[in-house]
């Protein structure tokens, strides 16, 4: 071979290889974390993975030892005349998932995401949204919720403040059209900003009611802009600490002409969305106006609102106002109130609103058996309101806390089929109340049992026989589908 032809070879290998070796780089993901140098210093808007080493996540079935696979939810599956995905209609709360930091009462922040960099930026909430939706594609949700304060910084005025959330929700809607995830509700944060202390709609301060109603002014029109199905008040300080300094009344028609101002707006924008109430008892405030679903179905019939608004239902929320949240679900369901999940639960030996992922079986079937007996959530479904718990730190533990989730709720909707088709808690409930299916129980049932004609039948009966409740062996048939 001659030297000039070996100087050719040695040119068409090298660029061979060369080419061979940036094929390679360019497949080769990237790990976006402040930390790494292949991003090009664009560090909100890299090219690269936000989590690596996290596939999408798919149906395993419940065999599966993986723990970044679903065993029982199998979102495309066939349950009681539905696909689990529209039984469900899960999504991704922004604020627990993105901005939770592992806080509480007793202790400083935990969890420092990889590419968090501790500003408040507009870059840092680019970098986060950006997160958020490779998130929600790799758990294969296709709804997200926010606040419209976590998702984009204060600035130093109103308009700055608006302009901030502006930029970061064309991002937004950007990464919507790019994945097919749209909002299941957005919301405004009315209770973090110190001029919130006293309220935002219960306010004494006129100034503050101005405020609170000009920022959900524009949470609507965000959330009609991506495509929101829903838009949620929680009144996260509507409430008091002591009556010696509160009108209660005032507050209370405050409260009402602000929901109503929300409701006109929503017509005058033409959001068709459901509008959400989410009751919780206390805590903050001592006491919050919307303390369980009964109150705040209350409040809704006297100021002639329960047309316009459904009950986003809290399970943790309902265990601190004394409640299971299957009766609280069952509050709303049977007044036509049920439009969503908050999906989360407490601990019964920690005193405050923990937000834990729900986990135990028999409650999520309890759940679930609510779920189908309304017909599912549409156009609501489960938020999961859940965050980690402090102690876990690693990035994998989103993806896991997650999963278990959807695992548990997908499991309860299988076990309520199973106690469907059995039939038999069913058919102890239907002969509890049999003595009602007679002449004179119907009679009752039309409104139309007065008490002359009740006082006769019990002259002619005598002492009535009271059945067993059968108590526990409704527990056991409902044990055995779990």
Known sequence: ?????????????????SLLSAVIAAQQTCPADLDSKCDGGASDDWEGEFFPGVPKIKYEGPTSKNPLAYKWYNKEEVIL??????WMRFSVAFWHTFRGTGA???????????????????????RRMRAHFEFIEKLGVDKWCFHDRDIAPDGKTLEETNANLDEIVELAKQLQGETNIKPLWGTAQLFMHPRYMHGAATSPEVKVYAYA??????????????GGENYVFWGGREGYQTLLNTD???ELDHLSNFLQAAVDYKKKIGFNGTLLIEPKPQEPTKHQYDWDVATTFAFLQKY????????????????????????????????????NIDANTGDPQVGWDTDQFMTDIAEATLVMSSVVKNGGLAPGGFNFDAKLRRESTDVEDMF??????????????????KLIEDGSLDDLVRKRYQSFDSEIGALIEAGKGDFETLEKKVLEWGEPTVPSGKQELAEILFQSAL
């Open 248 to 250: 209660m009344k005032r």
């Open 213 to 226: 109603a000009a920022q959900v002014k524009k949470a609507l029109e965000v959330t009609h802009y991506l």
């Open 304 to 339: 002639g609102l329960t047309g316009e608004f459904k009950i986003n239902v809290e399970c943790n929320h309902a265990t601190l106002s004394g409640h299971s949240c299957h009766h609280e679900l069952e509050t709303a369901r049977i007044n036509g109130l049920l439009g």
């Open 1 to 17: 071979m001659k030297g000039s032809e070996r100087l050719l070879l040695l040119l068409v290998v090298v660029a061979s290889s």
């Open 400 to 417: 896991l806390a997650h999963i278990s989730g959807m695992d548990t709720l997908a499991r309860g909707l299988r076990n309520v089929a």
């Open 104 to 126: 509480d009462p007793f202790g400083a922040p935990t969890k420092v995401w990889p590419w968090e960099d501790g500003t408040n930026s507009l870059a840092m909430a680019k």
């Open 81 to 86: 005349g539905k696909k689990m995905k529209d």
